[in-house]
């Protein structure tokens, strides 16, 4: 079972960047996919981006296309993603997952999941 761990988060203003990464304790093979997902207390996790680990080809949600870049380091079991132009509602406690099964913005459909690491956006 792989171990994510996740860093990165922290308090940003409106407009600023932020880079979060995810380590993955094995290396993924090249069907998994690496997501990230974002909650807020009292809401679902939501889908944010994922990453097929063998191609390198990125999926996002609507909320983040445009300002988020997943990326991965195959050297290194890495995936970052790059937050641009961060919004108030950007704000959540960011998980990293790995999906053995392929591509899915499906929380319950990832396997394994870091601990989570906060991003606060304020105005």
């Known amino acids: 079972q792989a171990q994510l761990v996740e860093s990165g988060g922290g308090p940003v203003q409106v407009g600023d960047s932020l880079r979060l990464s995810c380590t993955s304790s094995?290396?993924?093979?090249?069907?998994?996919?690496m997501g990230w997902f974002r909650q807020v207390p009292g809401k679902e996790r939501e889908f944010v981006s994922c990453?097929?680990?063998?191609?390198?080809?990125?999926y996002y949600s609507d909320a983040v296309k445009g300002r988020f870049t997943i990326s991965r380091d195959g050297a290194k079991w890495t995936v970052d993603l790059q937050m641009d132009s961060l919004k108030t509602e950007d704000t959540a406690i960011y998980y990293c997952?790995?999906?053995?099964?392929?591509?899915?913005?499906?929380?319950?459909?990832?396997?394994?999941w870091g601990q989570g690491t906060p991003v606060t956006v304020s105005s």
């Open positions: 997952a790995l999906n053995r099964n392929g591509y899915s913005t499906i929380a319950k459909e990832y396997d394994a």
């Open positions: 094995t290396r993924p093979y090249s069907s998994h996919v």
């Open positions: 990453i097929r680990w063998g191609t390198g080809k990125p």
